[in-house]
């Protein structure tokens, strides 16, 4: 398989699983009177979550795969080591915890 071929690959994978968020997603925002932002914080925390999650296992199988070089690795890892800390200092400024952010899949189980 070609690189193209792979790229190609991964951004099937990729819409698939976006497929699935927004199935498992609510039509609706509940946002209650006394703390709207806390509805809408959370709804789009889990979406970045989500994306987040993806763009780490998409990182390491690129990574197993042996297609980046050295250099690619050591920006992609601190890339994702910065939207880590950003999605936590957020998580923080917002009141939520990881379990907040659980999203039920249904029958493809809770996103971490």
């Not at 819409?15 to 699935?20: N, T, V």
Request: avoid cysteine; aromatic fraction near 2%; hydrophobic fraction near 40%.
């Amino acid at each position: 398989m070609n690189e193209a071929q792979g790229v190609r690959t991964e951004l099937e994978a990729l819409g698939r699983e976006l497929a699935e968020l927004r199935a498992a997603l609510p039509e609706r925002v509940v946002v209650g009177p006394d703390d709207p932002e806390s509805g809408l914080a959370k709804l789009v925390l889990t979406v970045l979550e989500f994306v987040r999650e993806v763009l780490e296992h998409q990182a390491v199988s690129r990574m197993e795969s042996g297609s980046l070089t050295e250099e690619e690795v050591e920006r992609l890892g601190l890339a994702l080591f910065r939207l880590r800390e950003r999605m936590e200092h957020l998580k923080e400024t917002f009141g939520l915890t990881d379990e907040d952010l659980r999203l039920d899949l249904g029958p493809l189980g809770r996103l971490r």
